[in-house]
């Protein structure tokens, strides 16, 4: 895929979707470090619900740790995984208060150092609370840049830096939040919905006339 026709794509994503943002819900960075935490192996909408009921009542370091691990526990065990996450929640809550001021990092090394936050969650908290052109490579967005050939990769890793690379740069700010969009509602996995997408002409899917 050639850039010219990169710059189309994200073109007509933009204009679809001027200014696109998480579908977690979250008023300051630390509750979006809480919610990406939780949202492994976990839905959007699963962690919402979660959220909804905890962050009115703790959505500080403070708060939270004083909650413990099994106060937090009662908030997020509708959520996958919810005991191991709860304990390192509980456990970014201590370093983020002994360490940065109860500050939520903005840096990838201080954010990855972080208990349950792996580069990818390091990446959204970048991109979305503290605006870096970060990519956080999601099973979505690794199976659009592949199946398009945006930036085809054998791993996330790969496709990552094929993305920062190879995405024009007045796109790598929102790339990452049209990317999951698009896979989540139209690029999905068993059935691609081809005949209703925007970029289908751009498309470079193989398989694309199945879907049509």
Known sequence: MNKQK???????LREANPSPTTELNY????ELLVAVILSAQATDVGVNKATDRLFPVANTPE???SLGVEGLKEYIKT?????SKAENIIKTCRILIDQHGSNV??????L?????????TANVVLNTAFGQPAMAVDTHIFRVSNR???????????VEKRLLRLVPKEFLQDAHHWLILHGRYTCTARKPKCGACIIEDLCEFKQ???YL
């Not at 990855?112 to 990818?120: D, F, S």
């Open 105 to 110: 990092p903005d840096n990838r090394e201080a």
């Open 148 to 158: 398009t050939g945006i930036a085809p990769g054998k791993n996330v890793l790969e």
């Open 63 to 65: 708060a939270i740790l």
């Open 6 to 12: 990169r710059v189309e794509i994200f073109s007509r």
């Open 112 to 120: 990855e150092a972080l208990p349950g936050v792996g580069r990818k």
């Open 27 to 30: 008023s300051s960075p630390f």
């Open 208 to 210: 694309k006339r199945d």
């Open 79 to 83: 959520i996958g995984l919810f005991n």
